[in-house]
């Protein structure tokens, strides 16, 4: 059972821009860190960017930094990841997921601690 409906991946000529949303289907995310992984053919899932439940607290991958930004609106039950100034490298499955903490983690060993799961939006970088 999907958890949370991704959706704005798509095709971005690099420099352009992307606004990801990750809607939670069947729960609340008033308790929930939120965080975006993604992962391109042949590499590891990597993490993007997390934020806190009262979103007090973001953090972000070295590779993105100055150029996402994450967000959420609880009243509306989602998480947004705004991409700017996109790369080729930037192009893989972009995943959300949440846990029930107070940490916000992008750690490789963490994200089996992730309990929901999107089904994955693909972002796609090419002139």
């Known amino acids: 059972q999907l958890q949370f409906v991704e959706s704005g991946g798509g095709l971005v000529q690099p420099g352009g821009s992307l606004r990801l949303s990750c809607r939670a289907s069947?729960?609340?995310?008033?308790?929930?860190?939120v965080a975006w992984f993604r992962q391109a053919p042949g590499k590891e899932r990597e993490g993007v960017s997390c934020?806190?439940?009262?979103?007090?607290?973001?953090n972000y991958a070295d590779s993105v930094k100055g150029r996402f930004t994450i967000a959420r609106d609880n009243a509306r039950n989602t998480v947004y990841l705004q991409m700017n100034s996109l790369k080729p490298e930037d192009a893989a499955i972009y995943y959300c997921?949440?846990?029930?903490?107070?940490?916000?983690?992008?750690?490789?060993?963490?994200?089996?601690?992730?309990?929901?799961w999107g089904q994955g939006t693909q972002v796609t970088v090419s002139s």
């Open positions: 069947r729960f609340t995310l008033d308790y929930e860190t």
């Open positions: 997921a949440a846990v029930r903490r107070f940490w916000c983690s992008l750690k490789t060993s963490d994200i089996g601690l992730y309990e929901y």
């Open positions: 934020i806190t439940s009262n979103g007090g607290s973001t």
